[in-house]
């Protein structure tokens, strides 16, 4: 007999998980199909993000960073120790258990609340029927409500296919068993930087490979000029304007062509590592009279609402336009299900925080300087160096700075960009305010615990009216 339920979630991503979890929260009999098996072969859910996204990279980024300081920060401390090693296998094996104890929560979780797991791969056919074809063979199941959860994989180029031996992408680079001597990394974005910073503080000498002239354009520009110096003072070799046109491998290294400025240019690695970006997954999702759009660039079409052009299928994570981010994907999950219950919920696009892990943090919510000023809007800015902050000396991390941007005739803050340490969670304090719509001044009045790393928020409120204490104001009152 075929199974019927009211919500069908293709994908356990963290889009699809939580919107699962949500709608079985909300009463709704859910089910969730997933495909990705891990390394042992077993079922695992979770999605990119847990599996080979965001807490496996970040699990080596803070490994890579303990034997970084201790091999280089202690010192000033007044602790010293000689030796440090590192056990590349056993740091890998921590990120591996760390990643199975996250997967198994969320079937932990989806056992608690009731959500059904379909092990196979998902296909939407006309009328919300799916066809799961897992383990078992092929079953159709139907749904008042499905939801396209099914994510994206890193996008391949021609000049550096990927083999996952010497040329690897985002998920070769987790599973590396020793460091690199030399290490390329294709494309300075979010993943490059931040798996490039893992190498790189365990010793390979890195070098990244960016056919952009410009330095993380997202990003607000002092924010940019101060995270290329940094990371360039911390060994990475950050080459602009260097467009990767071919590759070979010979033996157990591959020989880069690129062009820049002068040329073309040839550099040898040990390794690889393709990070271009990513793209999204769609293959064999849709059968042909689905009456799903696509657009042209590859992503489902929605709306502001997660919903497709088919009543009652809705998509949402890194299969739809915007921002590839985690908790982009989770909250459209949650929007979604609220909506599919009837309630007017609606997702703030405006003030989605990104962040990059490496040491200083970069982290951001709202907009730059540069994005305000070409929309003809006036502004005040407010900044704050770490290099004066009690707290950030005290830790020996005063690299980076706060910076607070308003609008110059409501004095409403309208973006917040931090690189320093713990930027992560600085920024979310921004965003809390930005939410409520909170003035610099505001922000300012509010007492904030000393000493804390938060202070340099404070202050860059205050700096933003020309009220900083501890620096000197760029603009007086
Ligand atoms: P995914 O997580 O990709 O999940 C989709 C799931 O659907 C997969 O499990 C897939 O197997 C399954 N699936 C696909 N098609 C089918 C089908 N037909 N049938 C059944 N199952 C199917 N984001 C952050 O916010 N913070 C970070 O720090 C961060 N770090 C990252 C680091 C790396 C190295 C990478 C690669 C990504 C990182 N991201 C980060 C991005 C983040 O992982 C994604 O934005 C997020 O996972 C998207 O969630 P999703 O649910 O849309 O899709
Ligand atoms: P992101 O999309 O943020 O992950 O960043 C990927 C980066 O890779 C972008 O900045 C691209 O400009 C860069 N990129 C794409 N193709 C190439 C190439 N062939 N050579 C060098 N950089 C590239």
Redesign the pocket.
Same mark, same amino acid.
């Given at each position: 007999m075929t199974q019927k339920f009211d919500v069908v979630v293709i994908g356990a991503g963290p889009g699809g998980y939580v919107a699962a979890i949500k709608a079985a929260q909300l009463g709704l009999k859910t089910a969730c199909i997933e495909k990705y098996q891990d390394g042992e072969g077993k079922l695992a859910l979770g999605g990119t993000c847990l599996n080979v996204g965001c807490i496996p990279s970040k699990a080596l980024l803070d490994s890579s960073w303990k034997f970084h300081e201790a091999q280089d920060g202690f010192a000033i401390h007044g602790i010293n120790h000689a030796g440090v090693t590192m056990d590349v296998p056993a740091m890998i094996g921590r990120k591996a258990n760390i990643v199975k104890n996250l997967t198994g929560g969320v079937a932990g979780l989806f056992k608690s609340n009731g959500v059904t797991v379909l092990q196979g791969h998902g296909k939407l056919l006309a009328g919300k029927k799916v066809e799961v074809t897992g383990p078992n063979g092929v079953e159709i199941v139907e749904a008042d409500n499905v939801i396209l959860a099914s994510g994206s994989r890193p996008i391949d $180029?021609p000049?550096a296919p990927v083999d996952q031996k010497i040329i690897v992408d985002s998920t070769g680079a987790l599973e590396f068993q020793q460091v690199p001597k030399r290490l390329g990394v294709?494309? /300075?974005? #979010? $993943? *490059?930087l931040e798996l490039g910073s893992v190498w790189s503080r365990l010793g390979a000498e890195v070098t990244v490979?960016? /056919?952009?002239d410009t330095f993380l354009m997202a990003a607000d520009t002092a924010v940019s000029k101060e995270a290329l110096k940094t990371l360039t003072k911390q060994g990475l070799d950050i080459k602009l304007g260097?467009? #990767?046109t071919g590759s070979e491998v010979q033996g157990e290294e591959v020989l880069v062509k690129?062009t820049d400025a002068n040329g073309e240019q040839t550099i040898t690695f040990d390794k690889l590592i393709v /990070? #271009? *970006?990513r793209r999204p997954v769609t293959t064999d999702l849709l059968a042909s009279d689905s009456g799903v759009d696509i657009d042209e660039r590859g992503f489902i079409y929605v709306d502001d609402y997660c919903a497709t052009s088919v009543p009652g299928v809705y998509a949402i994570g890194d299969v739809v336009r915007g921002l590839m981010l985690a908790h982009k994907a989770s909250e459209e999950g949650i929007m979604v299900v609220e909506r599919i219950k009837g309630h007017k919920a609606v997702m703030n696009y405006d003030l989605i925080p990104s962040v990059i892990y490496t040491h200083p943090e970069i982290a951001w919510v709202g907009k730059t300087e540069q994005a305000l000023k070409a929309e003809g809007i006036e502004v005040n800015v407010g900044s704050f160096p770490f290099a004066a902050s009690g707290r950030a000396m005290a830790a020996n991390d005063t690299g980076g700075f706060v910076k607070v941007i308003a609008d110059a005739k409501t004095d409403r803050v309208l973006g917040v960009h931090v690189i320093g340490p713990s930027a992560a969670e600085l920024v979310q304090q921004g965003a809390i305010a930005m939410e409520f719509g909170t003035s610099a001044e505001d922000l300012g009045m509010m007492v904030f615990s000393h000493p804390t790393l938060s202070e340099a928020l404070h202050e860059a409120a205050l700096a933003v009216n020309g009220g900083a204490i501890h620096i000197a104001n760029r603009k007086k009152r």
């Open positions: $180029i000049p294709i494309g /300075a974005g #979010v $993943i *490059g490979l960016e /056919a952009l260097a467009r #990767v690129y /990070a #271009v *970006g």
